[in-house]
C-alpha cells in the first residue's frame, strides 16, 4: 500500500478554496475527511465523512448550520483509496472515535455495511497507520485495544450490524411505520441465544429512529447506506413528538448504557428506564424497546420493602386492584402502544424473573404476526455458536466427549487448580485486558458486611466477591476479585475463569447434574413465592442455576477457563472440555 496523506485545514470558506486549488484529487478522488470543534454545549465534537468530492462536501457542510460549531478538517488521501476501502475507513474511524469518549460523535446512524472488497485485509492494516497519526494528533486519546475494551464502544450504536440483525432492524422499522401510519399497535420479539447482538439491535435502534425523525435534509445520508430508504419526510413526520422510552432491567448493564446515551446526540439518559419507571410512569409511551425480557419481575418478594410496596401500588394505578398475577411485563403493555422485546428463555436465572411458560407465550404470539426475528450468528463468543450450544449441552447432562465440536483457536481450558487458573487470568488480562474470575452463587457473601472478610477459599487461594454492582468490570478492583451474575448478565469480557461452585453437581451413576440446595447462597434464588404460592422444587431451582453457569460460561470472547469444586463434576466437564491442566 503507498502511504496515506492527511492534509489538514481550517473549516473556512477561504481555507477551502485556497486548499482545493492545489490537487486535482481535492475535487475528484474518494477520501475520509473528519471535521472536529464543539458541539451546541461548548464540548468537544467530531463528524466523520467519506466523498469522492472533498471540495463540494466541505462547502455543504459550510452551509449546514448544524456543522458551524466545527472548527478543522483533516482530510485522508491516499492514491489506493476506492469508494469501498473509504467507506471501511470512515465506519471504523467512527467506531473508534465513539468507543474513545474524548468527542461526541455527530454521525447520523443511517447502517453501517460491512462489505467485502478487494485487498479489505490490506487496507484494514494501514487504518490502524492512520488511526495512530490521528492520535498523535489528539483526535484518539486512547490505544485500539483500549477503546475495543470499552462500554462506549462495545455498547456503541455506531455498529457493524450481521446480515440477520440488519434484516431484523429493517423489518422491525418498517413494519413501526406502517403501524404508526394506519394506528395499529404492534409487538415484536427478538430471540437470542448469548452473544448475538440482541442489546446492540436495541440500542443500534434507539438511535436509528431519533436519526430518522429528527434528519435535516441538510445532511445528505450516504445512499448506498444500509437503511438511506427510511429518511425521508413522511417518516420524519410519523416519528414526530414519538416518546420513545428502552427498558433496561438490570442495574449494572443500565449504568453502563447511559454513558453511552450521554456520548450519543438524540438520545438521553432520561429515555433509559426501569420497569418500576414505566410502571409508575403518569404519561404513556409510544414505543417501549425492552432489553433483557427475561430478566423483568413477576410479583415476587422484591429485593426491598420499598419495591414491594411499589409493586402493589403501580398494579393498583394500572388494573384498580392489586392483582398478584400481574407482572411487570404487563406493566409495560399496559403504558405503551408498541413494544419491542429482546430474550433468550435459557436466561432466566432467578424464580422473581417472568417464568418461561410466558416468555414462551409472547415468542409465539410474535411468531403469530411475523413480528419473531431469531438471531443465531454469534458474535461475542470467537468459537462461534457450536460453543454457545455445546456449554447447553454439557449443563444438560447430554453432551458427548467424542463429538465435541471443533472450536478452532478458542481458548477452553479446564484447570483443576484455582491458583493455576487464576494466574493465568492475570496473564491474560496484562496481554488483552478484560480478564475476570466470575463464579455461581455458591459462597456467602461475607465481605459484604466485613470488608476485611474473604468469602471464597479454594486451593489455598483466598478471593472476595465483587465490591461494586455498578460497572463492576471495569473497576479497578475486579481482576483481584469474583464477578456474580449480577455484574456480568450481558457484558463481554475477553477471558473469562469460571468457577462451577458445589451447587451445582454430578451423580456418575445417573449420569445427571444435580443440584446442592444447602450450597447455593442466593437467598433470592431459592426464595419460594409466597405472593402467588409458588413453591420452588429442586428440578425448579437446578434450571435457573444451569442458565447462571450458562451465561457465565459465554462471557469471554476469546476464551473460557473453567474450575469445578464438585469432584464427580469435575471428572464430567473435564472429560468434554479435554484440554486439562493439572498444574
Known sequence: MTPFEIERLSFTSGAISDWVAGDERRRNWPVVYVLDGADSAGAGAVYVGETVNAAARMRQHLANPAKNAFRRVRVVIDDTFNKSACLDLESHLIRWLAGDGQFTVMNGNEG?????????????????????????????????????????????????????QAIAVED?????????????????????????GKTIIAIFLMKLLADIRDHDDADEVEPDSMFADFFVPGNRELLAGLRIGFVVPQQSLRESIKRVFKKTPKLTEAQILTPFDVGASDQPWDLLIVDETHRLNQRANQSSGVNNRRFITINEKLFGVDDPSKTQLDWIRAQSRHQIYLLD?????????????VLRSLVDQARSTHRRYPLSTQMRVRAGADYVQFVRDVLRG???ATERPDFGDYDLRFFDNLAAMRRTIFKRNDEHGLARLVAGYAWEWKSSRDKEAFDIELDGVRLRWNSQ???????????????????????DLNYAGVIIGNDLRYDPHSQRLYIDRASYRDAKGKENNKQRGIAYSDDDLLEFIRNIYGVLLTRGMLGTYVYVCDPPLREYIARQIGRRVTG
Open 469 to 491: 454492582a455498578k460497572d463492576w468490570i471495569n473497576s479497578p478492583a475486579s481482576i483481584h476479585e469474583v464477578g456474580s451474575i449480577h455484574t456480568v448478565q450481558g457484558y
Open 345 to 357: 428463555v435459557e436466561q432466566t436465572i432467578r424464580p422473581a424473573d417472568l417464568p418461561q411458560s
Open 172 to 196: 422491525i422499522v418498517e413494519g413501526l411505520l406502517a403501524d404508526l401510519g394506519n394506528g395499529a399497535s404492534s409487538t415484536s420479539v427478538i430471540e437470542g441465544q448469548p452473544g448475538t
Open 398 to 400: 447430554e453432551s458427548n
Open 112 to 164: 453501517i455495511i460491512d462489505a467485502r472488497y478487494y485487498e479489505r485485509d490490506l487496507y484494514r492494516e494501514s487504518f490502524r497507520d492512520i488511526f495512530d497519526k490521528l492520535r498523535s494528533e489528539g483526535i484518539f486519546q486512547r490505544s485500539i485495544p483500549e477503546i475495543e475494551n470499552s462500554d462506549l464502544f462495545k455498547l456503541s450504536p455506531f455498529k457493524v450490524l450481521t446480515p440477520e
